[in-house]
């Protein structure tokens, strides 16, 4: 059983930056995708950036150029550099693990999931 721990979340102003942590219990190189989803309050949840095993990323076209995901294997940890954020930039921010395999921006695909961390921008 992986667990998945995220932390760095925060309330900061149109503009501003914020990088979230997903710390895992297990080794994460093996996972073949790791992604950050959000989910807005009253919207469904959607993807926001991966990484697959390869070290190719992908990036849904909303956060492209001001995200970026990585991952330190030696530390089990993934992140998310999140800069210029805007007003529509918040959300729960999630990371999830797929083992196997994953169609990077569908959820069904990812075993494990991390509780969450809030990120609340301001205008």
């Known amino acids: 059983q992986v667990q998945l721990v995220e932390s760095g979340g925060g309330s900061v102003q149109a503009g501003g930056s914020l990088r979230l942590s997903c710390a895992a219990s297990?080794?994460?190189?093996?996972?073949?995708?790791m992604a950050w989803f959000r989910q807005a309050p009253g919207k469904g949840r959607e993807g926001v950036a991966a990484?697959?095993?390869?070290?190719?990323?992908l990036y849904a076209d909303s956060v492209k150029g001001r995200f970026t995901i990585s991952k330190d294997n030696a530390k089990n940890t993934l992140y998310l550099q999140m800069n210029s954020l805007k007003p529509e930039d918040t959300a729960m921010y999630y990371c999830?693990?797929?083992?196997?395999?994953?169609?990077?921006?569908?959820?069904?695909?990812?075993?494990?999931w991390g509780q969450g961390t809030q990120v609340t921008v301001s205008a």
């Open positions: 297990e080794y994460i190189y093996s996972s073949y995708c």
């Open positions: 990484i697959v095993r390869t070290g190719s990323t």
């Open positions: 999830a693990t797929a083992l196997r395999t994953c169609d990077p921006f569908s959820g069904s695909w990812y075993n494990y």
